[in-house]
DNA sequence: AATTTTAATGAGAATGAATCTCAAATGCAT
DNA sequence: ATGCATTTGAGATTCATTCTCATTAAAATT
């Protein structure tokens, strides 16, 4: 949390930007629970215990958190937007159950290395990897075995 | 063209939906033309041939061509769902860039046999690969050296 | 520490993609 | 051709996100 929040401040200072408290609350929201997180929850989270920080704000502050690269936005889920921590934290693909919903993690360090070097004959400079796969989970497979007729 | 007309024609006759002109024309225009296309683009296009086709229309029969496996949808761009043909096209990855927006397709067996490994280590049954990474294209890289001061 | 300057905030209005409603139109089995 | 369930068009509605603008707060200057 010490180290997000300097470099959140670091972040801040070199486009001159201020400082504020609402955007140090919404700062220290988005790291002190969820890895992925949508900013109605993030909003719900907040109100709890500062009544006076708006939606409007977390909209305006989520987005300098994406550009300071403490979080990104990962996936959509319900027509909303989900972010996820990128500080601190390995890169990562989603498998996402398309009956359940359930978002399953896995690492993918040797998929890198073969995306690199697609990337690579573009001449494309990757910032950031966007790697998942829709299906079936595991529990998931099993219900469809017993629903379908 | 043809086959796609046939698994449409199939599709609709397996799940008791009827083939109607509306649903035909729509059809007809997403193989037409495109790789990537959003609703509006579609509309659009089909308003010029047909003037009374609606939206709702094209909303409501787009997510059938998807489950009937011919598109898939793909990216987001300007706040648009983003629709590919997946009928007829290899599986690809989509380098996007940051800057200018530009969509560079690469193909990818050899990630994809990475990824299959990866889900099987979690049980989980890929219905649909979504992969793809954002940054800097070629050109958008030389503009980058030329701008930052 | 008080003042000035400038950016950021809160609240609610506005936007816009996607969905829904329902009377009218159409496909299809008979 | 007839009857009936399904689909359609048009516009209303929803809901996430963005915008507006008067007020407030941060930091620069005195």
New interface residues.
């Given amino acids: 949390m010490k180290k997000e929040r300097d470099l959140y401040r670091d972040f801040l200072k070199s486009k001159d930007l201020k400082m504020t408290k609402p955007r140090l609350i919404i700062m220290e929201a988005v790291f002190e629970n969820h890895e992925h997180f949508n900013i109605d929850d993030l909003y719900e989270q907040i109100r709890k215990k500062h009544k006076n920080v708006s939606r409007a704000t977390i909209y305006r502050t989520v987005p300098l958190l994406v550009e300071a690269g403490l979080i990104k936005q990962s996936l959509?889920c319900e027509s909303k937007d989900i972010y996820e921590h990128t500080y601190g934290h390995e890169n990562h693909?989603h498998?996402i159950?398309?009956n359940c919903g359930k978002i399953?993690e896995?690492?993918?360090s040797?998929?890198a290395i073969?995306?690199d070097l697609?990337?690579k004959?573009?001449?494309?400079?990757?910032?950031?990897?966007?790697?998942?796969?829709?299906?079936?989970?595991?529990d998931c497979?099993k219900k469809r075995i017993i629903n379908e007729k």
């Fill in positions: 959509r693909l498998f159950c398309d399953i896995s690492g993918f040797d998929v073969l995306i697609l990337a004959n573009e001449n494309f400079e990757i910032k950031e990897y966007n790697l998942g796969a829709r299906g079936l989970c595991k497979q």
